[in-house]
């Protein structure tokens, strides 16, 4: 099955303890990239990555890494996570080229302490 | 001026009724047009592609009118499972760039 996958679902840490969202699909997709979601505020765009080793900042990436060693995998590093930082977070993937639509992952909500 | 704009609802309609709402984007330059459903604390999921000339997928049609700059989505015959968020997806080639709209709320009821 076609599927972009998330891990942890939930996650509570507290602020300054450095943490991983993994991200990986199944689809052979050359462009992934990271969501936050916030009340109001509707989904922004953290970090995107055209293919391995190409990543970039999206409209907000202050607090946040990534990286793209493997086509399939792009991880979303809090290295001193803040309670700001509380939120909902999806990883989606999609084929090169505007008409593709994005495919998401089952999203993980994030609680900062 | 946001990049994408919807109006958030909710929209509370009867079972059977029909709906329509509207996203508006500022970039002409804008390329490709999506529909995406929410459920709530879900992931957003795709509903349909917008093409020029207008498509249809059973009861829900989408529309483009690039000389206005909206996007439109028309739910017919509206069902209790509608009742969701829908989000506005507008793709810019020039920044290779997807942009989101905050989601409009669609309520059906008894």
């Known amino acids: 099955e076609a599927q972009v996958t998330q891990n942890p679902r939930y996650l509570i840490t507290v602020t300054g303890k450095k943490l991983t969202v993994t991200c990986s699909q199944n689809?052979?997709?050359?462009?992934m990239s990271w969501y936050r979601q916030d009340p109001g505020l509707g989904l922004r765009q953290i970090y995107y990555s055209m293919n391995v080793e190409v990543t970039d900042k999206g409209d907000v990436p202050e607090g946040y890494k990534v990286s793209r060693k493997e086509k399939r995998n792009f991880p979303l590093i809090l290295e001193s996570p803040s309670p700001n930082q509380t939120s909902l977070y999806f990883c989606?993937?999609?084929?090169?080229?505007?008409?593709?639509?994005?495919?998401f992952g089952n999203g993980t909500r994030l609680t900062v302490t | 001026r946001k990049e994408v704009e919807q109006d958030p609802g909710p929209f509370n309609v009867p079972e059977g009724a029909t709906v329509a709402f509207n996203c508006t984007y500022s970039?002409?330059?804008?390329?490709?047009f999506f529909w995406y459903r929410q459920d709530c604390r879900k992931e957003p999921k795709l509903l349909m592609s917008v093409y020029s000339s207008g498509n249809e997928d059973g009861r829900f049609t989408a529309q483009l009118n690039r000389a206005s700059q909206y996007i439109s989505l028309l739910i017919r015959d509206s069902k209790l499972s509608d009742s969701a968020t829908y989000l506005c997806?507008?793709?810019?080639?020039?920044?290779?760039?997807?942009?989101f709209g905050t989601g409009t709320q669609l309520k059906v009821e008894l």
């Open positions: 997806v507008v793709f810019t080639g020039g920044g290779n760039k997807l942009t």
């Open positions: 689809m052979n997709h050359e462009y």
């Open positions: 989606a993937s999609r084929r090169p080229g505007g008409g593709s639509p994005l495919h």
């Open positions: 970039n002409s330059a804008s390329q490709s």
